[in-house]
């Protein structure tokens, strides 16, 4: 039971990793022109924790990205811990725990300053319907609503939880990504 418990606890900690922003940078830049005109999910992102949601988001234009889709999963024990979000107006049991996506098919330079970044994309979060929704689930790469968006997808690019890598795996293959 101890020794279950144990494993439990490795598996769920390595569930938690995050990915540099330099690692994906310097594997992804290799595959640029590929991106170009496609639609980008990572599904076992936070947007507002990952790296590749935001390595994604700062080059949307610059690759010519086509649309980009991050889900979050409401299980993560960090979810939505950096930055407020929208959802903080509603109750505290639901805001502790909420998956949500965020589909992006363009990053203006809203703030006007010849660049466009992360400010740009937190304004476009703020200020525009649609952009930043709840799942009615719980963000599950499994569950029905993700694999809707798995579906559309023209490539998917995450680091998923170790624990389900296996299932991860297989669903992919399932789904021709
Ligand atoms: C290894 S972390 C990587 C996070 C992010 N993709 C990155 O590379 O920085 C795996 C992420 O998957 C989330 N996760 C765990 N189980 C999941 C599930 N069943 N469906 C979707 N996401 C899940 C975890 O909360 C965690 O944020």
Not at 119 to 146: H, K, Y
């Amino acid at each position: 039971m101890a020794n279950n418990n144990l494993h439990d606890a490795k598996a769920a900690k390595k569930d938690e990793f995050y990915t540099c922003i330099e690692d994906i940078s310097n594997e992804l830049r290799h595959y640029r022109d590929f991106f170009r005109g496609k639609s980008v999910l990572c599904n076992c992102d936070d947007p507002y924790e990952s790296n590749f949601f935001k390595f994604f988001a700062l080059n949307f234009n610059s690759w010519g990205l086509r649309r980009l889709v991050a889900t979050c999963y409401d299980g993560s024990p960090v979810a939505g811990s950096e930055l407020r979000l929208p959802f903080d107006d509603y109750p505290k049991p639901v805001r502790l725990r909420t998956a949500y996506k965020i589909v992006i098919t363009e990053v203006p330079d809203l703030n006007g300053d010849g660049a466009t970044d992360m400010a740009d994309v937190d304004m476009l979060i703020r200020n525009r319907a649609n952009v930043l929704t709840r799942l009615n689930g719980n963000g599950d790469f499994r569950s029905p609503e993700c694999v809707a968006m798995l579906r559309e997808a023209d490539v998917v690019v995450t680091n998923p939880p170790f624990s389900l890598f296996r299932e991860y795996l297989a669903q992919l293959i399932k789904y021709d990504k």
